[in-house]
Antibody, heavy 116, light 107 residues
């Protein structure tokens, strides 16, 4: 049974960084890329970046270049998303997801609140 | 342009057919997936490769593509289909893009 479990909610001050983890189990970790997607309150889905758990290669959305870092540990099967220089506009639910086909797997989401 | 454009809202009566469009240059070159998201839940993929339904998705969901526009069609819409729908495309160099989302109202 596939499970994708993210770390818990975070509250950060402006200017700080946040690091969210995403642990996958029930499938071969290196067989699916992991994407990060966020959703601000009342807003749509926003693609942030993708990492290949096998080789570690990554692609970031231009909007987050310079602020986002994706990393992975193959043991345990975990991917990390770190976002720096946080502002109130980064308040959102952050999801990791394989976005694979025919089956895709999503984490439960990690709420991140940025507030002074 | 690297944008996917969707209508902000679509309304349909129960039992009627709803169509949600997704337009952009990237659609002509890359497959599109559709995601359904209900309040407080993670998105669920309801279509991939423009018109392929994942297992477990009802047959009333279908997809089509023409040029720079793809369409998600829900035939015989049900109250339970009320949700936000997002199109998504992944380009060859791995970057991804979501449409702005469409709120489907069934009433």
């Amino acid at each position: 049974q596939v499970q994708v479990v993210q770390s818990g909610a975070e509250v950060k001050k402006p200017g700080a960084s946040v690091k969210v983890s995403c642990k996958a189990s029930g499938y071969t970790f290196t067989s699916n890329y992991i994407n990060w997607v966020r959703q601000a309150p009342g807003q749509g889905l926003e693609w942030m970046g993708i990492i290949n758990p096998s080789g570690g290669s990554k692609t970031y959305a231009q909007k987050f270049q310079g602020r986002i870092t994706l990393t992975r540990d193959t043991s345990p099967s975990t991917v990390y998303m770190e976002l720096s220089s946080l502002t109130s506009e980064d308040t959102a639910v952050y999801y990791c997801a394989t976005l694979s086909t025919p089956d895709d797997y999503w984490g439960q989401g990690t709420p991140v609140t940025v507030s002074s | 342009s690297y944008e996917l454009t969707q209508p902000s809202s679509v309304s349909v009566s129960p039992g009627q057919t709803a169509g949600i469009t997704c337009s952009g240059d990237v659609v002509a070159k890359n497959y599109v997936r559709w995601f359904q998201q209900k309040p407080g839940q993670a998105p669920v993929m309801v279509m991939y490769k423009d018109s392929v339904r994942p297992s477990g998705i009802p047959e009333r969901f279908s997809g089509s593509s023409s040029g720079t526009t793809v369409t998600l069609t829900i035939s015989g819409a049900q109250i339970g289909d009320e949700a936000d729908y997002y199109c998504y495309s992944a380009a060859d160099d791995n970057w991804g893009l979501f449409g702005g989302g469409t709120k489907l109202t069934v009433l």
